[in-house]
């Protein structure tokens, strides 16, 4: 028998969510972004899933090659644009829309022999401070690619830093609009949080929205709203079953570092999963945790194959019983445990738990109805 984890993938809720984004957004075209193998779901199970998006986003060539292989006919984005001269002939290859963001891309389109113009998008670096051309010089980057004949259409985007918290997006919104006004080309500015906080403003959903982390069912602005609030469903659940029970005296400590005492008798219940499966060892005691479909909590440190459940209030757990980590129970009723409550725990967010889901574990598609 297999190790007793297993990581569902429910593509039904995936399809769910993609809905719900555009019934947000519904005058916005979609890049769903599948970065990062989707988000650690994996591109070959969400891609069924996210038939109905109107293009693709992701930042690996390799990524984007897989979706042509998969028969993707659609716009595919490359969010990072070109890393070296020679990625532009892939994207002539396969047909890619890609970022540019700074000079050294334009020179690499400047020297790139092609027949067939390429689509960018030229990327405002509205605050954020990581990629694109500063407000001031975005005209004259531009002007430079509409020169070129190896560039067609180029659209027009920025990303926000605030678009999650209290900041906002004000701010950006203003400069980019103020730097852009009488440029023509398409727009795309807005990822799940400033869709779903920002998306009544017409103008922040204008043309393309890029929401990533809201289609897999995880709140982009946790603790604000959980992903119920947003009406999203989990995509990925992680299940484990309980291999061991002990029973412990008042006094007694569990697992590496002696981190946990009990200060009354407690039963508990290990379960097969740990931080080699991608569970957060930063996940203190207290982190809720579902046994056969009922809340409860973990104990002790996470360690590399296993954590420590509290089953004291659950006599008919043991060995055999389901623990849902995150998402869905797959075998008990019972609504299961949020991935933002985890990772809100362990002092993360859902992005990295899902992200971190590790190789090893195996890992079923539940498919579109
Ligand atoms: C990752 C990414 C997104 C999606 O962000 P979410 O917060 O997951 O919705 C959108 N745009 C760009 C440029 C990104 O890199």
Redesign the pocket.
């Known amino acids: 028998m297999p190790r007793p984890i297993q990581a569902t993938i429910d593509a039904q809720a995936l399809r769910h969510n993609l809905a719900q984004i555009k019934s947000t957004a519904p005058d916005a075209l979609v890049w769903a972004?599948v970065?990062a193998n989707a988000?650690g779901h994996g591109i070959e199970r969400v891609f069924e899933g996210l038939r109905a998006a109107d293009g693709l986003?992701m930042l690996d060539l390799s990524e984007a090659e897989l979706v042509r292989r998969l028969g993707w006919r659609g716009p595919i984005l490359l969010?990072e644009g070109a890393f070296e001269t020679r990625d532009l002939e892939l994207c002539s290859r396969l047909n890619l829309w890609h970022v540019v963001h700074c000079e050294a891309q334009i020179d690499m389109l400047a020297v790139h022999k092609t027949h067939q113009a390429q689509r960018v998008f030229l990327k405002m670096n509205s605050g954020m401070n990581r990629l694109g051309f500063a407000p001031a010089a975005f005209r004259a980057a531009w002007t430079r690619l509409n020169a070129l004949p190896q560039v067609d259409e180029i659209s027009l985007m920025t990303?926000f830093s605030d678009a999650d918290g209290d900041k906002g997006i004000a701010q950006a919104m203003s400069l980019f609009s103020k730097y852009t006004q009488d440029l023509s080309g398409e727009r795309s500015l807005s990822?799940?949080?400033a869709v779903l906080r920002h998306g009544k403003e017409l103008n922040v959903r204008a043309d393309w929205i890029?929401?990533?982390?809201?289609l897999y069912g995880s709140s982009?602005d946790d603790p604000l709203h959980s992903a119920q609030d947003w009406s999203l469903k989990p995509v990925m659940s992680l299940n484990a079953e309980v291999i061991g029970v002990q029973h412990l005296q008042t006094g007694d400590t569990v697992g590496y570092g002696s981190a946990f005492t009990a200060d009354r008798p407690l039963r508990i219940g290990v379960v097969a999963c740990g931080y080699a499966d991608g569970y957060p060892r930063s996940a203190p005691t207290g982190t809720p945790v579902c046994v056969d479909g009922i809340r409860t909590r973990t104990l002790g440190r996470v360690s590399m194959d296993m954590i420590t459940v509290d089953l004291t209030e659950l006599p008919d757990a043991g060995i055999g019983s389901e623990a849902t980590l995150w998402g869905r129970p797959q075998k008990s009723s019972g609504v299961g445990v949020s991935i933002d409550e985890v990772a809100r725990s362990a002092g993360t967010v859902g992005?990295e738990l899902m992200c971190a889901l590790s190789a090893r574990v195996p890992t079923q598609t539940l498919s579109p109805l």
Not at 210 to 214: L, V
């Open positions: 972004v970065k988000y986003a969010l990303h990822n799940s949080a890029r929401p990533g982390i809201a982009p992005y």
